[in-house]
């Protein structure tokens, strides 16, 4: 069974740094590449970036490029979202979410979340 | 950027009657790659279908998408209880990725 975990979000404030975890079990982590989501409190689903399964390849939304980084480490299973110069907007539950094995952008399993919030 | 809009934004059916969701695209894109991901209140989303018109590993044969080009739609054939969430279409044809504003399907 795909279990993906979050961790890191809490409370922090406008400026700050934030470094989000997602630890993946249940499948073959260094072949499949990963995205995070985010959602703002009573909004839709914000796709906020992806990474290749080899990490060579990355995308990112607007709204966090230059901010934002991702990584991963293949040999510990765990997904990685490095956030700086955080701002009011950036509150979220964010997701990570594991890449289909036929096209890597399409999110085929997701964890439960963890909460950002800048304040 | 590829704008994914959704209509109607709310929903009001019956159990067991059926519901028919509507997503277009601002552009059209090679394969029909769109997504729907079913979401309840307090939870992950769930890939519902892909490709427009494949259910997802363990998804009913109740729910069913279909469409190309700009317009897809999902349509579920006779709504259990549940099945009242919000769901949401989403394009992976071209970066950046971009989700639809969601339908709530709520009880009449």
């Known amino acids: 069974e795909v279990q993906l975990l979050e961790s890191g979000g809490g409370l922090i404030q406008p400026g700050g740094s934030l470094r989000l975890s997602c630890a993946a079990s249940?499948?073959?982590?260094?072949?499949?590449?990963m995205s995070w989501v985010r959602q703002a409190p009573g909004k839709g689903l914000e796709w906020v970036s992806s990474?290749?399964?080899?990490?060579?390849?990355?995308y990112y939304a607007d709204s966090v490029k230059g901010r934002f980084s991702m990584s991963r480490d293949n040999s510990k299973n765990t997904l990685y979202l490095q956030m700086n110069s955080l701002r009011a907007d950036d509150t979220a539950i964010y997701y990570c979410?594991?890449?289909?094995?036929?096209?890597?952008?399409?999110?085929?399993?997701w964890g439960q979340g963890t909460t950002v919030t800048v304040s | 950027e590829i704008v994914m809009t959704q209509s109607p934004a709310t929903l009001s059916v019956s159990p067991g009657e059926r519901a028919t969701l509507s997503c277009r695209a601002s552009?059209?894109?090679?394969?029909?790659?769109v997504a729907w991901y079913q979401q309840k209140p307090g939870q992950a989303p769930r890939l519902l279908i892909y490709?427009?018109?494949t259910r997802a590993t363990g998804i009913p044969a109740r729910f069913s998408g279909s469409g190309s080009g700009t317009e897809f739609s999902l349509t579920i054939s006779s709504l259990q209880s549940e099945d009242f969430a919000v769901y949401y279409c989403?394009?992976?044809?071209?970066?950046?990725?971009?989700f639809g504003g969601g339908t709530k399907v709520e009880i009449k």
């Open positions: 979410a594991k890449g289909s094995p036929h096209n890597g952008a399409l999110m085929d399993a």
């Open positions: 249940g499948f073959t982590f260094s072949t499949s590449a």
């Open positions: 990474i290749s399964a080899t990490a060579n390849v990355k």
């Open positions: 552009q059209s894109g090679s394969d029909n790659l």
């Open positions: 490709g427009a018109s």
């Open positions: 989403q394009q992976y044809n071209k970066w950046p990725l971009t």
